[in-house]
T-cell receptor, first 116, second 114 residues
């Protein structure tokens, strides 16, 4: 079974600074997808960024980028120019690449605080 | 497009009762997945439905069941509620065609079992 580990329960960053959230995973599969989801307090979970395992290039979405190290099974999220609205719980998630498998395996989450 | 909606948003039940939660996916989406979120266990996959058929199932007891209707709306039922069933129940919808597609989450139903 796949597992996802987020070793940082909490992180804090100053507004406009850069922060990196860590995620490692364990799998024997070669085809899979990795995601970072953001869950603001009392609000809906939304997708921040995703990475296909077969792509070597790291995904980027505006101020959000990932460092995907497939051999090390590491998938960290970098948030640049942090904003107050980035404060949330961030979850790393894994999904098998099989066509009909929609199960997401989540890490325990990292609570990000943004200080003004 | 309207997002994923879940009803009710809050629910209080007592032990031994049963509860039914509803999820309406984004229009055109045929896959609905359910997750349980608790402080201790985090986010855990319950099951996924596609075109009225359960396609994947997590490791939950048989007290947890679900179904999907022809309009893709899904319901989740928990029978004989236990205190440990108190949680935020999230549903997520997607087209169901596989690949890298995004799953969109609803706001959740917060269930408190007394």
């Amino acid at each position: 079974a796949q597992t996802v580990t987020q070793s940082q329960p909490e992180m804090s960053v100053q507004e406009a600074e850069t922060v990196t959230l860590s995620c490692t995973y364990d799998t024997s599969e070669s085809d899979y997808y990795l995601f970072w989801y953001k869950q603001p307090p009392s609000r809906q979970m939304i997708l921040v960024i995703r990475q296909e395992a077969y792509k070597q290039q790291n995904a980027t979405e505006n101020r959000f980028s990932v460092n995907f190290q497939k051999a090390a099974k590491s998938f960290s999220l970098k948030i640049s120019d942090s904003q107050l609205g980035d404060a949330a719980m961030y979850f790393c998630a894994y999904r098998s690449g099989g066509g009909s498998n929609y199960k997401l395996t989540f890490g325990k989450g990292t609570l990000l605080t943004v200080n003004p | 497009k309207a997002g994923v909606t879940q009803t009710p948003r809050y629910l209080i039940k007592t032990r031994g009762q049963q509860v039914t939660l509803s999820c309406s996916p984004i229009s055109g989406h045929r896959s609905v997945s359910w997750y349980q979120q608790t402080p201790g266990q985090g986010l855990q996959f319950l099951f996924e439905y596609f075109s009225e058929t359960q396609r994947n199932k997590g490791n939950f007891p048989g007290r947890f069941s679900g179904r999907q209707f022809s309009n893709s709306r899904s319901e989740m039922n928990v029978s004989t509620l236990e205190l440990g069933d108190s949680a935020l129940y999230l549903c997520a919808s997607s087209s169901g065609t596989g690949g890298k597609e995004t799953q969109y989450f609803g706001p959740g139903t917060r269930l408190l079992v007394l």
